[in-house]
């Protein structure tokens, strides 16, 4: 093992960097065979300070390489959290003869005398890959009047209208923009006055188009916004969505955008926004997520480094009893750095935590399902005083993680919790896929309906797990039981 993975609370399938602190992902987009992730990063420092963009590739999308900084400040500033795009026909004229990369990013300027920070969106181009970054000479090429808080641009090619659209927060609305070429920029529209969650400010924007139920005939655009932690909100940093038509200009919210919606029930999946550039005949639309929340993340009790991001996941619409809901589901490579330990059909919980009671896991993943109706679930992460319970209400139908005594918690007042999330359920079972790492719980309900994303700070002798039923010891369940070990692991033993 290496000093780096024998670190407190550095998951074993999850990305963290090799040192110190880490927020958003940035500009995550696919390129040559290579699955790129940026990320907000201080160097030098386990807090957020002067920001610059990490960078780190993967094939798998499990294992991830860490390369050297892509971004540092400069005269403009900071670099906040931004997108990149393969500009394929050189619109930019960055490019001779090959495609290329290019990444759109808010520069930060702190401004002196108590005057509020400058936010301004710039360019960075690599013909190498990635490997190394010019800044565009004409920076920065968008700026706003009157917001202080413009940042985050989301940059995707519009097929129908043949020009870039640039999605950012604005304040507590998004703006839209759009381009020939990356440089000029032209207003179009802004979207959120009276409607969405204004619990804080918008963040970290982004919007695609999903096939609902897979038929490409009948697709919907989806809008993330991520919306900071305000102190009056017990809940921290959030990231809701929204369902609507997008012509290129304008985005057109449908009836059920009217009600807020969540994208994950936990506390801690922040900030995330999807892949660009992955090829058609893949299809999907992968997503990665900040794992921590801004209400704690410069206080939880990591060593060495701070922040990680969540499992990459796949995104979808699905038409449930007459709602569109957009469903998460982890990425399918996952499957391939997994090694069986348990299979059990249609046991009885007595049954199970017999077997259960054998084996001692930190890093798993963990799938189940039960009759419906039934209140059910497991305690993972077992030590003396310490659980985290993760179960079904089937008297309320709600998915639940409770990390009332999941281990260290004194960093924040609030980071003990109940966190509940409805399912919507569509045949006699509930069905639960988690993902349990040194540091993490990511519960997926009903096939990704319903996802409880939530970090909790166990001791390492904290291995055990049982699964509970409330009604009796005889409610049968099916169970398996997965270690997740990344390839580079498994090839070790
Ligand atoms: C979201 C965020 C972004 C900003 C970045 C700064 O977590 O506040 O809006 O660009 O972090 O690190």
Redesign the pocket.
Known sequence: MTTMTKQNYRGVYHFSPKENWM??PNGMVYFEGEYHLFY?HHPSGMT?GP?HWGHAVSKDLVTWEELPIALAPDEHGMI??GSAVVDWNNTTGFFEGQPGLVAIF?H?KEMPDGKPAIQRQSLAYSTDRGRTWTKYEGNPVLEHAAYVDF??PKVFWHQATNRWVMII?CGQTVCLYHSPDLIHWTFASEFGEGIGSHDG?W??PDLFPLAIDGDPANTKWVMLV?I?ADPAFVEG?RTQYFTGDFDGEVFTPDEASRRVRWLDFGRDN??GVSWSDVPAEDGRRLFIG?MSN?MYANQTPTEGFRGAMTIVRELSLELRHGDIVLVQKPARELESAHVQVLSMNEETVHEINTRLSEIRLESYELVAAFPRGKSAGFKVRVGVDTETVIGVNGETEELYVDRTASGLHEFHEHFLGHHTAKLNVQNGLYELRIYVDRSSVEVFGQGGQAVITDLIFPGPECTGLAVFSEEDQNLRMSLDIYEVKPFAEQAKK
Request: contains cysteine.
């Open positions: 927020n958003d907000q957020w920001m906040f959290s808010t930060h940042r985050d927060a400010v963040e970290c991520s900071g940093s922040y900030a900040w801004w």
